[in-house]
C-alpha cells in the first residue's frame, strides 16, 4: 500500500504532505494506517471542493492497495465523515512539500 497526502491552501498557503508506503513502515503504524484506509470506504476516486470557500485548506489522498488506485479531493468544508480519522493521521506525520 501507498498513501500520498497533500495539503494546500489556507490563509497562510501552506503546503504540507507526506508519502507513507507499507514497505517502509513499522507493521503497527501500517496496520493502523490500512485500517484508517478500509474504514474510510472510497474505493473510487472522489472529489468536493466547495466553489465558494475561500482560504479554506484543500486535501488530496492518493491510495493504491490492493483495491486499486483512487484519488480523494476534498476541502475542509466537505471531508466526508468517515475519512476523517485517516485524515488526522496523514496530518499528524506531514511536513512540508514542494509543490508536485
Known amino acids: ?6 495539503q494546500s ?7 504540507e ?5 507499507a514497505s517502509e513502515m513499522e507493521a503497527g503504524e501500517f ?6 484506509v478500509r474504514r474510510c470506504r472510497m474505493r473510487e476516486s472522489f472529489e468536493s471542493l466547495s466553489p465558494d470557500a475561500r482560504d479554506q485548506l484543500e486535501y488530496m489522498i ?7 488506485s483512487r484519488r480523494l479531493v476534498f476541502d475542509e468544508l466537505n ?5 476523517e480519522k485517516l485524515l488526522d493521521f496523514l496530518r499528524k ?6 509543490l508536485d
Open 62 to 68: 492518493e491510495i493504491d492497495d490492493e483495491d486499486g
Open 31 to 36: 496496520r493502523q494506517l490500512a485500517d484508517l
Open 79 to 83: 471531508v466526508p465523515e468517515s475519512c
Open 9 to 15: 491552501g489556507g490563509i497562510a498557503g501552506q503546503h
Open 17 to 21: 504532505g507526506c508519502d507513507l508506503n
Open 93 to 98: 506525520r506531514s511536513k512540508w512539500v514542494p
Open 1 to 6: 500500500m501507498k498513501v500520498k497526502f497533500r
